[in-house]
């Protein structure tokens, strides 16, 4: 793993020693009896359809490791709300605190305000950290395969479907695919951006998606900034398109996501 990877893993470890221990996962488990919310069917809303044939997950981020704050002007219920009306089918929420600048209550605050799927992106290492995706209102999390060995990966995967949500299984090559397929992951992400150099190769899902049994959602992630880029990777059999950047930095977001998916009218 890369220093800066390496990094995040450790923080976010030392963080959990602490959170453990102000909200014990006893407490945690408790708070899902009044949790008006139950995951939502994630499936249906990124599976590629004849109808709706490009899926796009859009990311509420304010910051990121390599680029710095991306938006000053961050109100994650109102971005969400204006990704929901141009057309996005569901909603990645960052909730990594030191590099990313996010926060896991924004599941929440999202979730009361728009009826689209949640996804909370964040560095999963710990089943603790499953159960808080449920309490805090996510439907799916992100699972990096380059950050887990494969029975942690399996582990984890398996008990977030023991919880009633699904996982987006992250992949960057040939040895986290082989992960991923092993641990039984049915959503799998293609991350343009390597994790060890932030370098980008938008070839890779034309690599990848061949070696992907049939059955798999397939999710492409990072670098994705218009229509053609999305029917060009829907056309290799990507199913949803992953973005954030991109949105993050225009001035009207429904009008962008409109953009992506549907092309400029």
Known sequence: MSQILDEIIK??????EKRKV???????GRSLAYNPFSP????????STKENPYRIIAEVKKASPSKGIIREDFDPM??????????????SILTEPHFFQGDKEYLGMVRRYTS?????????????????????????????????????LKELLNYTRHLGMEALVEIHDKKDLTKAIFAGADIIGINHRNLETFEMDMSLSSKLIPLIPNSK??????GITDHEMVKELSSVGADAFLVGEHFMRQDDITQAVKDLKYGKQ
């Not at 102000?22 to 945690?28: K, Q, T, V």
């Not at 449920?134 to 699972?143: T, V």
């Not at 959602?217 to 990072?222: F, G, M, T, Y």
């Open 40 to 47: 939502k069917d994630v499936f249906s809303a990124l599976k």
């Open 11 to 16: 923080k976010t470890k030392e963080d959990l």
């Open 217 to 222: 959602i397939i999710v492409a992630e990072s």
């Open 78 to 91: 109102v971005i969400g709300q204006a990704y929901e009306k141009g057309g996005a089918d569901s909603l």
């Open 116 to 152: 689209i799927p949640l996804l909370r992106k964040d560095f999963i290492v710990d089943k603790y950290q499953v159960l808080e995706a449920l309490a805090f209102g996510a439907d799916y999390l992100l699972l990096i395969a380059t950050a887990l060995s494969t029975k942690e």
């Open 22 to 28: 102000d909200y014990p996962a006893e407490w945690l």
